[in-house]
């Protein structure tokens, strides 16, 4: 009888381990294991954000002697998984010591084993990969100063446009809340996409003339912004990141287009 009772107990165990196994290689097989991110709980829509304009003196049509664009933190790239070699050979090498301690319960799941086995060389090249995307794209963000175009675009446009006199006790203030390269939610998560949050403040002497928010993101734009550039994440890093230098300088143009369209200047 106690013999009955302890083969049924492993049975049991056997076949417990054996669909803790089975979950495994689908997860990872599946691409489920990836790295949580900010866009995990991901909304259905685009939240579309409604804006004001800078209501002025027609006669103020440049309007601003400063103009300040800052930064308030510095520009941020999404975290893949595997995110370097390391990471691919130590997942597929724990996924292998899984299976293996799993297999000596029931040989059964030895399938375990061998989808990490073949799984750690994979993972690995993808990791690689990764690693050397995210760097590329790292360098881009150092080589294009984003917040410096888009202060000289801003100028260059409100020069352009001016007409009337420059009141010289307003200021324009550009506080760029964020900006960079993040998952954007796509099938399986093969899309990323540039992604920019900035604060416009009109200051003179009596206070706060005007202040508005301004979003490009993939789920979250301003009304009067245009979707953001989206691609696979390998696409940004492609030849020295040449995609990624390319989106940060015509984002920059592109923003500061909305910025000086806000302030009422039809250019």
């Known amino acids: 009888m106690m013999r009955r009772t302890t083969r049924g107990i492993w049975r049991r165990v056997a076949y417990r381990s054996t669909v803790v196994a089975s979950i495994l290689v689908w997860t990872v097989t599946s691409g489920c294991a990836t790295r949580p991110t900010k866009s995990d709980e991901r909304p259905s829509v685009v939240e579309r954000v409604p804006y004001r304009t800078f209501e002025r003196s027609a006669d103020v049509r440049s309007g601003f002697a400063p103009i300040e664009v800052r930064l308030a933190r510095a520009p941020e790239v999404a975290q893949v998984w595997p995110n370097s070699v390391f990471e691919g050979l130590g997942a597929g090498a724990g996924l292998t010591a899984v299976g293996a301690g799993v297999t000596l319960l029931n040989p059964l799941a030895g399938a375990a084993v061998v989808g990490g086995v073949i799984l750690t060389p994979a993972l690995a090249i993808m990791g690689v990969m990764n690693a050397s995307t995210r760097k590329a794209i790292i360098t881009a963000l150092q080589e294009v100063d984003f917040p410096r175009r888009l202060q000289d675009a801003i100028q260059s446009r409100l020069a352009a446009s001016a007409t009337g006199r420059t009141d ?21 998560g093969l899309d990323y996409c540039f992604s ?12 706060v003339l005007y202040q508005e928010r301004v979003f490009m993101e993939p789920y979250k734009r301003s009304l ?14 492609e030849d020295d990141g040449r995609l990624g230098r390319e989106t940060l300088e015509e984002a920059s143009e592109v923003m500061a287009a909305v910025i000086v369209r806000r302030l009422g200047v039809n250019r």
């Open 168 to 188: 010289h006790t307003m200021k324009l203030e550009v506080l760029v809340q964020g900006y960079g390269f993040f998952d954007g939610g796509g099938p399986e």
């Open 196 to 207: 920019f949050d900035g604060e416009l403040t009109v200051t003179a002497a009596d206070g």
């Open 224 to 237: 009067d912004v245009p979707p953001p550039r989206c691609t696979r994440f390998d696409k940004f890093g």
